[in-house]
């Protein structure tokens, strides 16, 4: 019976194919999937913590036990995430921010985005051949920074919804950096995989490779002076050394060390802004969650809102059927999401139309339950004026973490940070790695009729994202689920399944993050290895079928019969603590 299934994987894989990427792609598993650990949910009355390191959960745990707010716990979270994840996030990246105030019952949302210098142009990504840059090409070294915005996020967050002294929240990291922190298997892993990634920066390759070519070793003691020195500067100066100061200056100069433009008026210039959250019902619940320049929020309202005619509570999350159904729902909400959705502030999008009923009921229609659609095209909402304006198809994916926090106030965070491809720009300055999110840009400022694409580079604008983070409210207007992932655009994928499997199939939430990845991004039916028994139903519907690894990150709460019940996803080192 061994021996048949592994003959029968290996036949799967042969007829399906595994995941790939062409030279102008983003690699599809930018943080190399690194295992499968089981994971027990955690339980409590009070609070809760959940990240994707035990360190930096402890941090937020720490301070949620202390009396701190949702706000403090993830500002302590966050600067511990950037010593011992580095290839996921940091202060050198940005993060979008979800928020829900218990006391005055009100939802805050941060776009904490990086922003593009602003002299860089449509065709910062073209080759001296005219053509697009392989994504390597353009993503490490210092063409592919952006500004940095996680830190004036949580500065912003904190002057809102702190209890606890700024410096407090960042002791944790501080001391860890300073006395050394146990580095994990699952860096170590990516580290064997990235090597010729790092060529560019030797702060960076030293840091990770002492002797140039071995790669930090799991179980080993590691510390980084630099970093807790740059986070003492943040403390003591406030966060205006980061974006005016000596930290400030040392980026620029880092950064302009190999093709990059950012300046210290780019820096100095950055905003963190607060946004209108975007909710939907789903099944009596209400569905919130971040809106453009990210385009996860959306895609995902508009699944849900298409799904919703679907009776997918009676046909389970065994039945092919059922993943067909949410697989073309996916696909019409990528065609809309490539073909409009942008930083609104540069570009003129649908947005809150694209999830208008009616529109929704009219793309529903299209899907057939017994076979594939052969093509997918985006539809035209009502009320829009359509513009001449092409698609931009790039679905690519990033370095990115995300937590989930409940404290004892009634508050509740939903946050996902990144700094783009797995260790970014693969450039250290001042013991923290900057980002290379300005790949999320098109790399194409038009296309082959000349139109322009939305999601071009253009100065100060920010790139598309595909971050996610939701907070949901039961029937009774209170808190019932917050999660988010890691996972580039396959996030939108990995958070709409957990919404179906805990809302439409009633499973335990451990049990919802644990299932095998199933999602649709608009051109392949992607199944996790460990799904493979959907891999041939599917195929008989219609569906081009890979299998393979993915690596999602995620982090979630649900508030259940009295208790906060948090759970982290298996693929990664994340756990969840709560009282």
Known sequence: MIFRRILLIFMVLGAFGTFSATAQEAPAAPEPATGYQAKQASIGAKMMAVTAHPDATKAAYEVLRR?????????????????????????????????????????ITLDGRETAPANAGGHL????????????????????????????AL?????????????????????????????????????????????????????????TVTPLKAGSLKRNPDYAISLRKIVNEGV??????????????KVREDKGLLSIEDLSGYKAKERRAICRPYRGYKVCTMGEPTSGGLTLLMILGML???????????????WHIISEASRLAFADRNQYMADVD???TPNTLLVNPDY??????????????????????PNWTPHNQAADSKTKNTG???????????????????????????MMVDGFLLNNQLTDFSFKPVDENGLPVANRVQGGKRPRSSMTPVIIFSPDGQPFLTLGSAGGSRIIGYVLQRIIAVIDWNMDLQAALDMPNILHRGKKLEVEKSGLEFAEPLKNLGHPVLVGEMNSGLTAIQFKNGQIIGASDPRRDGVAMGE
Not at 125 to 140: N, R
Not at 360 to 381: S, W, Y
């Open 346 to 348: 540069f570009v003129k």
């Open 240 to 253: 205006d050394v980061f974006y005016k100061g000596a930290l400030a200056q040392n980026i620029v100069e």
């Open 400 to 426: 990115t973490t995300h937590m989930s926090i409940a404290d004892i106030h009634g508050n509740v965070l939903s946050m996902t940070s990144s700094i783009e491809n797995a260790f970014g720009s693969r």
């Open 308 to 322: 919703e005619k679907y009776d997918l509570r009676a046909m389970g999350a065994k039945d092919p059927k059922a």
């Open 360 to 381: 929704l009921k009219n793309r529903a229609a299209l899907i057939d339950e017994n076979k594939a659609m052969t093509t997918i095209e985006h539809g035209v909402p």
């Open 67 to 107: 009396g701190g707010t949702a706000a403090d716990a993830a500002i302590a979270a966050q600067m511990v995430l950037g010593l011992v994840e580095p290839q996921s996030s940091g202060i050198g990246g940005g993060a979008f921010i979800l928020y829900y105030d218990g006391e005055k019952e009100q939802l």
């Open 155 to 211: 500065e912003k967050l904190h002057k809102w919804q702190g209890n606890q002294e700024w410096s407090s929240l960042f002791e944790p990291a501080i001391t860890l950096a300073e006395q050394g922190f146990i580095v994990s298997e699952r860096t170590q892993k990516i580290l064997l995989k990235e090597r010729p990634r790092f060529s560019v920066d030797t702060e960076a390759k030293i840091y990770f490779y002492p002797d």
């Open 125 to 152: 990504f073209t080759g001296h051949d005219g053509k697009p840059m392989g994504f390597y090409e353009a993503s490490i070294g210092g063409r592919a920074v952006g500004t940095p915005g996680v830190l004036r």
